[in-house]
């Protein structure tokens, strides 16, 4: 009887090198190749949906204009009427990780935001942008962000430090959330796949059997990885609105 298959639930988020020996001189790995896909797929979004510009839209052009309108509008009601001036930014993020998260789902692909490497670039980002506005608009007055209105300041020598810390502990807040959702429910993916193809191997027509219950949950797992892509996405950019909302009214 032959040895049944091993389960490398972490072997998924292994980075190979893409396009050859031009990928390797680069370092051009397959997270990349999603990433750029990514990038593609939003702009052929936005290309071809709105190329026509119909007074009637189609369905592309009524998804287009959907997704703006989603993503404008949580910017109007997080950060307020400035929310205009940001919205290319966190409509660029939100697709950009809500794609990362759905072309992960397929099968040779590769989900780039199970690297915290990625998720934390994009989270030091976010910080870093909301500092340079809270900067540009309030000046020095920005860092009476670390001391609440009203405290005594008596209290100064405690509140401060915790407010910092706190403030400084943005970006890995954000960036382990994602990460570790989309790792997660991977590795489950792959662990109850695992479990069929042992089930079947070992026993046979009664493992094939058995292998349904871990079946129906990997389907009930699909569903569960499509909303986790969707509110991953969503978590990632009203944060950000929110911390950019901190930095334009200092509160």
Request: aromatic share 14%.
């Amino acid at each position: 009887m032959a040895a049944p298959p091993t389960i490398d639930a972490l072997g998924q988020f292994r980075l190979t090198t893409a396009l050859g020996p031009v990928g390797r001189s680069v370092n051009f790995t397959n997270s990349n190749v999603i990433m750029v896909l990514s990038a593609a797929l939003l702009l052929a979004l936005l290309a071809v949906g709105m190329r026509r510009r119909a007074v009637v839209p189609g369905r592309l052009q009524s998804l287009a204009e959907l997704c703006y309108e989603f993503i404008a509008g949580m910017c109007a009601d997080t950060i307020g009427p400035e929310g205009r001036r940001y919205f290319p930014f966190v409509f660029t993020l939100f697709f950009f990780i809500l794609f990362g998260n759905l072309l992960g789902l397929f099968p040779y692909f590769f989900a780039f935001t199970s690297h915290i490497a990625v998720t934390a670039a994009l989270a030091v980002m976010v910080f870093v942008l909301s500092i340079i506005v809270a900067i540009s608009l309030h000046g020095l007055r920005f860092f009476t962000y670390f001391f609440p209105q009203g405290a005594p300041k008596a209290l100064a020598p405690v509140l401060i430090p915790i407010e910092i810390l706190s403030y400084l502990s943005r970006p890995v807040s954000l960036s382990i959330r994602l990460f570790a959702n989309i790792v997660a429910g991977h590795v489950m993916w792959e662990v109850f796949a695992g479990f069929m193809l042992i089930l079947t191997a070992a026993l046979g027509i009664a493992g094939g059997i058995a292998a349904v219950l871990p079946l129906a949950i990997n389907v009930v797992l699909v569903g569960f990885e499509l909303l986790v892509a969707f509110l991953q996405a969503y978590v990632f950019a009203i944060l950000t609105c929110l911390y950019l909302h901190d930095a334009v009214h200092l509160h």
